[in-house]
């Protein structure tokens, strides 16, 4: 059942060198850099998301994602999930309008995994960067890098990963789009609120708030090529690819920024809508699940995590 959760809307990662992740963020993702704070923090998006940001970078002493939030349709929304989450058994903090600039009050909870969440019902839309509104040209002139075009999802590691699929279905009204299992085993669930493959994603883990990767969407397979390009021209550590994922379809690269988070850019996919059943892996078949073209996963994809 739809529940009024839009989209992801924006992932808070912590870098440890603040600079160093804007190089990484601004001109080899291709990040557009739209505002800082007192705090330090600094503002980006993909160049086709109208609102003003999607990914916070912070400085801190050890890497990984503070949070990820989604926008909802409306304040109404906003506080009737707040009161869902409580007597669901959330731990539920309402922060006030304003701590993130030209953003809504934000409704901020704990999964059962351990990884922090957000809801917001508005956030200031100064439109996709360079290109109007009206009588739009198809892409603007000044992209940097490989020109990520927005934030697409993330992927989460923990133990509870059945409690915090029961969140996200029955409070948040997301649905499975597709998942692994082995035998009655959930091992990986892929969930939308949208049409998308997926917007969040959990792996069974035996530590708890593990950050996996957040994701970034490019128009096509010709540019996750040219990504791999600008990782091998730039020196980007890179993870594996570019090749495609047997879940979702997708094609894929996987490489890390400076500080050790993990990022993935991402075209194609599949799509999905509620009353689609999800498309189900099994445990014998996850190498190809996970990378469909080399049919197994390298250690390292696995196991480093922030």
Same mark, same amino acid.
């Given at each position: ?10 992932? @808070? ?8 992740? *804007? ?21 980006? =998006?993909?160049?086709? %998301? ?19 939030? $989604? =926008? ?14 409580? =007597? ?26 351990? #990884? ?32 990520? @075009? ?21 409070v948040l009204g997301f649905w499975r789009s597709e998942q692994a299992v082995d035998g ?6 892929? *969930? ?9 994603? $959990?792996?069974?883990?035996? %530590? ?8 970034? #969407? ?15 021209? #730039? ?13 979702? #379809? ?5 490489? $890390? ?36 073209? @080399? ?12």
């Amino acid at each position: 059942m739809l529940k009024g959760v839009l989209r992801p809307g924006h992932v @808070q990662l912590r870098v440890l060198d603040l600079d160093a992740a *804007l190089i990484h963020y601004r001109d080899r993702l291709g990040l557009i850099e739209t505002g800082r704070d007192d705090a330090g923090r600094v503002y980006l =998006k993909g160049w086709t %998301e109208v609102d003003a940001y999607s990914v916070i970078l912070r400085e801190a002493d050890s890497a990984g994602a503070d949070f990820m939030g $989604f =926008k909802v349709l409306d304040a109404a929304t906003l506080d009737r999930l707040a009161d869902d989450l409580a =007597k669901w058994g959330c731990p539920v903090e309402r922060i006030p309008a304003g701590d993130l600039p030209g953003t809504g009050e934000r409704v901020r909870f704990v999964a059962p995994t351990g #990884h922090v969440f957000e809801l917001y019902a508005t956030r200031e839309q100064p439109g996709k960067w360079g290109v109007t509104a009206r009588n739009p040209d198809a892409w603007p002139e000044g992209l940097r890098g490989m020109a990520a @075009q927005r934030l697409d999802h993330c992927l989460f590691y923990g133990r509870d990963i059945d409690a915090t699929i029961r969140l996200f279905t029955e409070v948040l009204g997301f649905w499975r789009s597709e998942q692994a299992v082995d035998g009655d085993v959930t091992i990986a669930s892929f *969930l939308s609120c949208s049409m998308k493959a997926h917007d969040v994603a $959990f792996i069974r883990h035996d %530590e708890d708030g593990r950050f996996h990767h957040a994701s970034f #969407h490019l128009p096509s397979w010709e540019a996750v090529l040219r990504a791999a390009d600008l990782i091998s021209i #730039h020196d980007i550590p890179l993870d594996i690819g570019p090749t495609r994922h047997g879940l979702t #379809h997708g094609e894929t690269i996987y490489f $890390f920024d400076p500080s050790g988070n993990r990022n993935e850019v991402f075209a194609g996919g599949n799509y999905t809508y509620p009353d689609h059943p999800p498309v189900v892996w099994t445990a014998d078949e996850i190498g190809k699940a996970v990378f469909y073209h @080399q049919r197994e996963v390298n250690p390292r994809f696995m196991t480093v995590l922030t």
